[in-house]
């Protein structure tokens, strides 16, 4: 069994943002389940604009184990497009991707890759949790894997999380999207390919807190829907259709009560259809911004994030 980083078959790809704590636990347990898997790996740990030590101690970890690479983002450009910088950089013939707080265990790598030498050319794994997050937290978490299966028309089973495996065929056609905004795990659902299914109880956070807020998972939900549906923006057409009907209806009965000599009531009825169709045309103007916002973001032609340092034992910082 090698390590050697010119051509592994095995590349794992970790974002880390300000995990000081658990990098040192973190690769000591992927170098031990790595080396048991018994085929030739590299690890590249992404530092997404940590404000803590995380990349001295990243550096530090590459320096005790050479199969490590490091990436170091100019700032925090999120977890999506760390991610998506892992598996442009991965050289192995099937990427997992991982996060780096150890609730996804290491161990389980294992079984993606025995389902990736049965044929699967996507291996997505189904986390189990154990009630650590809070309620609101998990019930927005269940809701949205419905609403945007329900939306985009690409099943997302509750519990799919970005820990992964997929095959550098299914690498190589991710890497070319242009979204400005990618959701991998929507991105994945789409291309096809064979999929199977692991399984795994999610381990407790190894050391320091959660860094994905209830904002961030609503950020991250919006674009995701935006990015993989048009159904908002007919949902306004039907809402607008469905008040016009209405209002039409209701200048019909006041039309024909005014005919009957009885007196219509005065400027209550009035303002509340008005506050109510501007409530609508507001409503559908901001799904329009936010569908406007994103193209307008594409245009720009920013990169989706710069890389401000590249590091391993072998090569040191370039």
């Not at 099937?94 to 030498?117: R, Y």
């Not at 959701?183 to 096809?192: D, E, K, M, S, T």
């Amino acid at each position: 069994m090698t390590t050697s980083k010119s051509d592994p078959v095995l590349s794992v790809v970790v974002p880390l943002y300000n995990e000081q704590d658990n990098i040192s636990t973190l690769v000591g347990r992927l170098d031990l389940s790595l080396k048991n898997i018994g085929l030739s790996y590299e690890v590249i740990l992404i530092d997404d604009g940590s404000r803590d030590q995380s990349w001295s101690n990243i550096q530090d970890a590459c320096n005790q184990c050479p199969a490590v690479r490091a990436i170091r983002f100019s700032r925090n450009f999120g977890h999506q497009h760390a991610i998506f910088a892992g598996l442009k950089l991965a050289k192995g013939r099937a990427i997992i991707s991982m996060d780096g707080d150890l609730q996804h265990p290491p161990e389980v790598i294992e079984k993606l890759v025995d389902e990736w030498k049965a044929g699967a050319k996507i291996v997505n794994t189904i986390r189990e949790d154990k009630e650590t997050a809070g309620p609101f937290k998990r019930y927005f978490s269940k809701q949205f894997y419905k609403i945007f299966s329900i939306l985009s028309d690409l099943p997302l089973e509750k519990g799919s999380s970005d820990f992964r495996l997929i095959d550098s065929q299914v690498r190589d056609e991710i890497i070319s999207f242009g979204d400005v905004d990618i959701f991998l795990r929507g991105a994945i659902q789409w291309v096809g390919f064979d999929v199977k299914q692991v399984r795994f109880t999610a381990s407790s956070r190894h050391l320091g807190s959660t860094k994905f807020t209830l904002g961030r998972m609503i950020r991250l939900a919006t674009g995701a829907i935006i990015s993989y549906s048009t159904v908002p923006l007919k949902i306004g057409v039907w809402i607008g259709a469905i008040t016009s009907i209405l209002s039409f209806i209701e200048l019909g009965y006041t039309f024909y009560i005014y005919t009957q000599g009885v007196a219509v009531p005065g400027w209550a009825s009035t303002i509340g259809v008005t506050s109510l169709l501007f409530g609508v045309l507001f409503f559908n103007i901001g799904i329009i911004g936010i569908y406007l916002a994103r193209i307008h973001k594409s245009l720009q032609g920013r990169p989706p994030y710069i890389i401000s340092e590249d590091y391993s034992a072998d090569r040191k910082g370039i």
